[in-house]
């Protein structure tokens, strides 16, 4: 089946430090693949999206590459700013032949990111 | 926004008595989804609607029911809520054709507190 897993948060980081927050995937054929950020209080905003493989997604200084090789999507920022602290979710989008065709989300847990003065 | 709003934004109810919940959109998206929202369990899928009339199950559909009798309003009814039903539920809006591959909208939630 379909499925996402994301490194295990909370991450607590110094503003201007590196981020990376891990995203691997199973799948079948060759899914959409996104980052959702959720900000304290709200709902989920999509961040960044790839389509196929080897496109990089990229959004507010956010980046990630999808990587069918290693079935991953890491999303990575050079230098947080305390803004950035939320919670982030990596999700692939797959067709449902339920009759529908339907396409849908499937998410990962969420990592909690919090960054510091 | 996308255009599409939940009520209520917060409600606290009593064990046993029925909830319902609205999701409403001004986009004329076809697809609509129900998640559920806990700690360490991420977002879940609870039903989805391709179209007036017509809804699935998601994952975690047990004592849940929808209802989509115009393009604009998905309802989620907790029959008879249980504290387990308790949660943030998110409503999501999505359109295919030409926009397949750009994911959801998400409203802003409803915080929903079993007592």
């Known amino acids: 089946g379909n499925s996402v897993t994301q490194m295990e948060g909370p991450v607590t980081l110094s503003e201007e430090a590196f981020l990376t927050i891990n995203c691997t995937y199973t799948?079948?054929?060759?899914?959409?693949l996104f980052w959702y950020v959720q900000y304290p209080g709200e709902g989920l905003q999509l961040l960044l999206k790839?389509?196929?493989?080897?496109d990089k997604g990229s959004n507010k200084g956010f980046e990630a590459t999808y990587r069918k090789e290693t079935t991953s999507f890491h999303l990575e920022k050079g230098s947080v700013q305390v803004s950035d602290s939320a919670v982030y979710f990596c999700?692939?989008?797959?067709?449902?032949?339920?009759?529908?065709?339907?396409?849908?989300?499937?998410f990962g847990k969420g990592t909690k990111l919090s960054v510091i003065p | 926004d996308a255009g599409i709003t939940q009520s209520p934004r917060h409600k606290v109810t009593e064990t046993g008595t029925p909830v319902t919940l609205r999701c409403h959109q001004t986009?004329?998206?076809?697809?609509m989804y129900w998640y559920r929202q806990d700690p360490g369990h991420g977002l879940r899928l609870i039903h989805y609607?391709?179209?007036?009339?017509?809804?699935d199950k998601g994952e975690v559909s047990d004592g849940y029911s929808v209802s989509r009798s115009k393009t604009e309003d998905f309802l989620l009814t907790l029959e008879s809520a249980t504290s387990s039903q308790t949660s943030v539920y998110f409503c999501?809006?999505?359109?295919?054709?030409?926009?397949?591959?750009?994911?959801?909208?998400f409203g802003s939630g409803t915080r929903l507190t079993v007592v």
């Open positions: 999501a809006i999505s359109e295919r054709v030409g926009t397949a591959t750009d994911g959801y909208t």
């Open positions: 799948a079948t054929g060759y899914p959409s």
């Open positions: 790839a389509t196929k493989a080897d």
């Open positions: 999700a692939l989008l797959h067709v449902v032949y339920s009759g529908a065709g339907s396409y849908q989300l499937t």
């Open positions: 986009e004329n998206h076809r697809y």
């Open positions: 609607s391709y179209g007036v009339k017509d809804t």
